[in-house]
Each structure stands twice: as structure tokens, then as C-alpha cells.
């Protein structure tokens, strides 16, 4: 999956519609799904990216009820769903950078809820 598909995928899985995406995949111009579409170019688009902005990660985190779990020295970092803790939603090693490693886990998960939805933001 690409970062362009994660960032679209995720944005679903949050309530935005993708706009449109600035410099390929350095993130996407979004608004709400239910923000009234006479309004958001005005005042509701916002740029999104929670690959890169630790604040938008932490964001999707919280919609998305997600539970982020390090691991012992940093090696990895477990995503799974509030809703339901005993499903893995996505894992992914640290190299070194526990930080960015954990945006891509809540962002891949995202993505991953996301592919359960159908387009009216329901899960199927």
C-alpha cells in the first residue's frame, strides 16, 4: 500500500474526504464528511498528514479509539482497536525511530479500518 492509499484509506476511517493531495504523498488536503459541501472550501479544509504530524497521528488515535502499545527497547510498536483488544490491528518495527514508527502504525491501522468501510462510513 502505498502512502497516498494509507493517508486516503485513513482519512475514511476518520470522517474526511480527500480533497486532494500536495507534493504526491507529502499529505492531503481533507474536510469532514458531513461538513455542508457549500462550506468546507472556505473554512473547514485543512491540510492532513499523520505520517509526518505527530498531532494528526495522535488525533486519528483518539477517533479511531485505538490502543498504542510500545514494546520492550523500542523494538516495535502494537496497534489495536479499544473496541476490540484482542485483535492485532497493525505491528511494525521501530528501526530506530520509535516516533515516526508509531504515526505509521496508527496511520496503517487507520488505513485498515478504513478498508472496512463502505463509502457512507459504515463498517461492513
Known sequence: ???????ELAARAAGYVVDSFEGGDHGA???EKHAPVDKWHDS????????KDKADAFDLMVKLHLLIMPYPLDKAVRVTRLDRPDTV?????????????TMLAITRAAAEIGKLMNTTGETT
Open 1 to 7: 500500500m502505498t502512502d497516498r492509499e494509507m493517508l
Open 29 to 31: 488536503w481533507v474536510y
Open 44 to 51: 473547514i479544509k485543512i491540510f492532513w498528514n499523520p505520517l
Open 89 to 101: 490491528v497493525y505491528w511494525n518495527e521501530c528501526n530506530n525511530n520509535p516516533t515516526a514508527a
